[in-house]
């Protein structure tokens, strides 16, 4: 019953939409639902992944040990996306043509889909994978200015496989994000994690941070030409396809590492040698899932709606107050280095903001004129 009510309704609004056509297109209406569904997914990206960090965190702080485990989190969670389909809201953009050139045709050949989401699942479980090692052997501040490498990997993605242009404001963003980031490094040494590990391990943790942060922008960038290549799609169903079929793969394939590794062993003696306590140990692990859904929604929307650079550079926004909310969670130091280190992120996400704004403008003022003329 809940389908046939969703198909009628779909089938009034395009009837609706059909006897009212200037009423779809109208500019001030459309720029009000974009910066509102933007502003969401921010929230989203930001959210997820700072409570997904501190969680993962404090996974390994108290006790926890498994790198498969850390992992499987990550991603785990994704059926409770499903019920979005029923809920799912009127295309995301104007239903034939957005401003990355995505045209609404038919729909890909099954097997063209299938390799999509089995190739970027499988990235997704690597980087995933690499993030949690890096996550158990670094102190918070070191990984948080290591993944800010990442802005830097998606930009040269960006700019061969989805021809990213560089304005000077977004230049100047980039720049701002990533030394926001790598000014954490000087406080390195302020988190107890460094202390208990050795060289070795920290090296380790430091080469699988670099390769999760090429690998997450490389999906990024993939992503954004899947939507242009393949999908070609404008609605919010294929962003949920995404999620939900690319989460499959990657959970299936951790899945099979961990069994494999034998980790799964060990659970229960991790369990009971938490410091937290059993309840605790599970809504970690719970709740540190259900982050990174919240993230991937966001992320994956900012890629659909903007660029995966502009989603990437969201991100990096978070990565500075990963180090200062680890101050009150874990007794990191703080100091002058950290508090310049998030004005400069807050100064280039608004550098960021800001050229859209004016490239939202100027495609509005672009469209008046092409009216006046008409």
Known sequence: MREAAAGQLSLAVEETEEANPTENTTPHRKDIHWWIRICMYIVFVLAGQVVGTL???????????????????QLAAFPILIPFYFFSPTPLRNPTKTSNNIINTKPPPVTRLAAVYVSLGLLVAVECYLYSVGLQYLPVSTYSLICASQLAFNALFSYFLNSQKFTPLIVNSLVLLTLSSTLLVWTGNSSSTGSKISRGKYIIGFLSTVG???GFGLVLS????????????QTFTAVMDMIIYQSTVATAAILVGFFASGEWKGLKGEMKG?????????????????????FAIGAVGLIFEVSSLFSNAISA??????PVLAVIFFHEKIDGI???ALILAIWGFVSYIYQHYLDDAQESENQKEVELKK
């Open 55 to 73: 969680l993962g965190r404090q996974y390994f702080d108290k006790g926890g040990k498994s790198k498969w485990l850390a992992t499987l989190v």
């Open 212 to 214: 999760a942060s090429a």
């Open 222 to 233: 993939l992503t954004q030409l899947s939507f242009q290549k393949v999908i070609k799609k």
């Open 274 to 294: 938490y410091e937290l306590g059993g309840v605790s140990y599970v809504m970690t692990l719970v709740w540190t899932s259900v982050s990174w859904q919240i």
């Open 317 to 322: 926004m978070g990565l500075p107050v990963v």
């Open 338 to 340: 950290k508090v310049i």
